[in-house]
T-cell receptor, first 113, second 111 residues
Framework: NAGVTQTPKFRILKIGQSMTLQCTQD?????MYWYRQDPGMGLKLIYYSVGAGITDKGEVPNGYNVSRSTTEDFPLRLELAAPSQTSVYFC????????????FGPGTRLTVL | GQNIDQPTEMTATEGAIVQINCTYQTSGFNGLFWYQQHAGEAPTFLSYNVLDGLEEKGRFSSFLSRSKGYSYLLLKELQMKDSASYLC????????????FGRGTSLIVHP
């Protein structure tokens, strides 16, 4: 199993550009998550999904959009990149049960200039 | 909402024991997780506590006291590879059941 994979690993964007961060998992997990991690700030939840076709906002959703058309894929879209979106983005998946643990992808390091 | 507090940084010596504390305030506590994150890498799961007491897993143990809103992660026989950030995450029964992460504790192990 590859687990959770993310592409790209690194990206530099100009202000106002848009991009999609890709996330795929091969563990047949229903739950998927997007986090951002800023230095010294821990992980902040952006969006999550409890199954194909169902998404919901997390703590910091502004400036982002998601879709979940299949169990495996959960892309994150940035429409108008801003410097405040410079961060490391982690995708995670899990079973969603009472003892659910999250399996994280390797992360995407995004810089907006 | 939830409030999770961990020390920002700790240092320890190889072979020693270190205890990383996590205090939290939440309504409807429903579990506490510890994750390890090496620099530049993804977090990986270490432990889960939902009942009071100590959970032991090799060199790592995690303790929970729900009445005190307190947990600790105990690392024994420290190795250089234990240098990492340790994230405490708390889940509440209200809403989405998704854990909220603390800011993490950066542990530096010296030879």
């Amino acid at each position: 199993n590859a687990g959770v994979t993310q592409t790209p690993k690194f990206r530099i964007l100009k202000i106002g550009q848009s991009m999609t961060l890709q996330c795929t998992q091969d563990m047949n997990h229903n739950y998927m998550y997007w986090y951002r991690q800023d230095p010294g700030m821990g992980l902040k939840l952006i969006y999550y999904s409890v199954g194909a076709g169902i998404t919901d906002k997390g703590e910091v959703p502004n400036g982002y959009n998601v879709s979940r058309s299949t169990t495996e894929d959960f892309p994150l879209r940035l429409e108008l990149a801003a410097p405040s979106q410079t961060s490391v983005y982690f995708c995670a998946s899990g079973t969603g049960g009472s003892t659910d643990t999250q399996y994280f992808g390797p992360g995407t390091r995004l810089t907006v200039l | 909402g939830q409030n999770i507090d961990q020390p920002t940084e700790m240092t320890a010596t190889e072979g020693a024991i270190v205890q990383i504390n996590c205090t939290y305030q939440t309504s409807g506590f429903n579990g506490l997780f510890w994750y390890q994150q090496h620099a530049g890498e993804a977090p990986t799961f270490l432990s889960y506590n939902v009942l009071d007491g100590l959970e032991e897993k090799g060199r790592f143990s995690s303790f929970l006291s729900r009445s005190k809103g307190y947990s600790y992660l105990l690392l024994k026989e420290l190795q250089m590879k234990d240098s990492a950030s340790y994230l405490c995450a708390v889940r509440s029964s209200g809403g989405s059941y998704i854990p909220t992460f603390g800011r993490g504790t950066s542990l530096i192990v010296h030879p």
